[in-house]
């Protein structure tokens, strides 16, 4: 079977990780000083957010030079010294591949906007319509318009995202060469592997009009498009020679689509970061939160395991706000967070643990939107701004769904800065809660978050019916969710109670593990208990 399918996949956000040298800012000599952290953890790739040059409006999803490390994370030798590190503890490199859009700071854009050959057309660059207005109505992910006037070109330029990360033209062959480069380049260094950014939006089929959407017009005319395939296939074969992996992040995917992304056969992406069961707490955008449902999570949750035979398994990632607070309770801080833990590492697929999740970190603790950083969601104010909307409004939604309440620095002990920097202040705010939540404290405690995760990472490894098993679900209500693995002589089921008030469940079976001290199972659950059970004579 492929390593990809038994591993336990860890995404590292390098800015707030570990810091080496005492800038405020995380770096690969911190990561690497940290790798025995991840080795604990049995993880068997690591997934790097961007570490190439940028000038980071977007935080290093806005590439300046793709063949090169940003001076503030360390120096090509540095990754060549992690790539080696990593893998004498068995673990693989991914590297973070951005390539629907460049920084306006790249040297292809820098040279596009001149007009300079063979850059001309790397970008899709537009002039107004004829009455003056913006060359078409689509609008933005992060809340704006798309298109950003060029003084030197003298055209209009496009940008699904910030203004300052220009997309890229497919429709120039050279454009598919440049990226190919890339990968060959990273791939001779020993990476493992990519995981592929906005990676079902690459191909535009015309720069026309959208039908009027709530959010993203314009979007059936990049979402998921044939010529996006035919680029994923000529990558692949690229990839191949390494026996590279690709895990696709796939904007708005059904689970057909997921599939003619990922399937088998299909030589495209090996697996793909939907993002369903992560909206089943909005309304139409993800800055109109309501209530947590389970039953609806649970629901979306059982479509994709059913409808796709491998996918990627997340609850957390640097875009999202925490899952604790989220899909948990903060209440029941320990309870529940070893419950998702219990849900991520118990589906069946690639689990992915995002940095600070294996010990419960939650949303960030700031008091304005001064302190925050995040791209989109001081976009997402001067929106709101623009309409009105008042400034305590703002702040909720902002510190509800701001993408920085994933961002703040790791919590490695109750020392200064929680051990992640020797600087006065980091670049961006510790949250508070780090004097007790933070990984020294836990490694202590047998009863903590993070070692309710080494040990499920250690039962996952044992037991391969929960690696390779399928998947059935038995119950899901309005607080409880159960489903059993199966493979071959051996059953698993695991059952949920997502409340504040115990439960009961149809299924028995022999305890294996429970995030409460109990002895037996007689069907009942504890608020936010999570339990597997052995099944017995099935
Ligand atoms: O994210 C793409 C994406 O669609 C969202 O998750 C996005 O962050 C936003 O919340 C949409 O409302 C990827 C990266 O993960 C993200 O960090 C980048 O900002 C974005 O692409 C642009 O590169
Ligand atoms: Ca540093």
């Known amino acids: 079977m492929e390593w990809w399918k038994d591993a336990i996949i860890y995404q590292i956000y390098p800015r707030s990780f570990q810091d080496s040298n005492g800038d405020g800012i995380g770096d690969i000599p911190g990561i690497i000083s940290r790798l025995d952290h991840l080795q604990e953890l049995e993880v068997g790739a690591i997934w790097l957010s961007p570490v190439y040059p940028s000038p980071n409006g977007d935080n290093g999803y806005d590439i300046s030079d793709y063949k090169n490390i940003n001076p503030?994370?360390?120096?090509?030798?540095?990754?060549?010294?992690?790539?080696?590190?990593?893998?004498?503890?068995?673990?693989?490199?991914?590297?973070?591949?951005?390539?629907?859009?460049?920084?306006?700071?790249?040297?292809?854009?820098?040279?596009?906007?001149?007009?300079?050959?063979?850059?001309?057309?790397?970008?899709?660059?537009?002039?107004?319509?004829?009455?003056?207005?913006?060359?078409?109505?689509?609008?933005?992910?992060?809340?704006?318009?798309?298109?950003?006037?060029?003084?030197?070109?003298?055209?209009?330029?496009?940008?699904?995202?910030?203004?300052?990360?220009?997309?890229?033209?497919?429709?120039?062959?050279?454009v598919l060469d440049e990226v190919k480069d890339v990968l060959r380049f990273w791939l001779d260094r020993g990476v493992a592997g990519f995981r592929c950014d906005v990676i079902n939006l690459l191909w535009k089929d015309s720069l026309e009009d959208g039908e009027n959407r709530l959010a993203l017009t314009g979007l059936e005319h990049y979402l998921s498009l044939p010529e996006t395939h035919d680029i994923l296939r000529q990558l692949r074969r690229v990839l191949d020679g390494y026996k590279a992996f690709t895990v696709g992040e796939t904007v708005f995917v059904t689970p057909e689509m997921a599939r003619d992304l990922c399937g088998e056969g299909r030589q495209e992406l090996n697996m793909v970061f939907s993002f369903e069961h992560m909206e089943c707490d909005q309304h139409f955008v993800k800055w109109l939160k309501h209530d947590f449902h389970p039953k609806a999570f649970f629901k979306c949750l059982i479509k994709w395991q059913k409808e796709l035979f491998w996918n990627a398994i997340y609850l957390e990632n640097h875009d999202q706000p925490r899952s604790i607070p989220r899909f948990g309770s903060d209440g029941w801080w320990r309870e529940s967070g070893k419950l998702l833990a219990t849900l991520l590492l118990t589906l069946r697929g690639t689990p992915f643990i995002y940095q600070g999740q294996e010990i419960g970190m939650v949303d960030f603790d700031f008091d304005g939107v001064d302190q925050v950083n995040d791209v989109e969601s001081r976009s997402v104010d001067r929106f709101l701004t623009a309409y009105h909307v008042p400034e305590a409004l703002r702040w909720k939604i902002i510190a509800r769904t701001s993408r920085d309440n994933a961002r703040t620095p790791m919590q490695w002990d109750d020392g200064p800065n929680a051990g992640f920097t020797m600087a006065d202040k980091a670049w961006l705010g510790v949250n508070r809660n780090y004097h007790f939540v933070n990984l020294a404290d836990q490694e202590n405690d047998p009863d903590s978050i993070w070692n309710w995760y080494k040990n499920l990472a250690k039962l996952r490894r044992e037991r391969e019916v929960l690696r390779r098993g399928d998947f059935l679900w038995l119950e899901a209500t309005h607080r409880v969710f159960v489903y059993r693995r199966r493979w071959g002589a051996e059953s698993v089921t695991v059952a949920l109670n997502f409340s504040d008030r115990p439960a009961r469940v149809g299924s028995r079976g022999t305890l294996l593990r429970s995030n409460y001290h109990r002895d037996g199972f007689d069907g009942r659950l504890l608020p936010w208990e999570a339990v597997i059970l052995e099944d017995n004579g099935i």
């Open 72 to 174: 503030e994370y360390g120096t090509l030798e540095d990754m060549d010294r992690l790539i080696l590190e990593a893998k004498r503890r068995g673990i693989r490199i991914l590297m973070d591949l951005v390539i629907n859009h460049t920084s306006t700071k790249h040297e292809w854009f820098e040279k596009s906007r001149r007009r300079i050959e063979p850059y001309t057309d790397y970008y899709y660059w537009a002039s107004a319509k004829p009455d003056g207005s913006l060359p078409n109505n689509w609008t933005g992910f992060f809340g704006e318009d798309c298109w950003q006037w060029d003084d030197v070109r003298g055209e209009y330029y496009l940008h699904l995202f910030a203004k300052t990360q220009a997309d890229l033209n497919y429709h120039c062959p050279k």
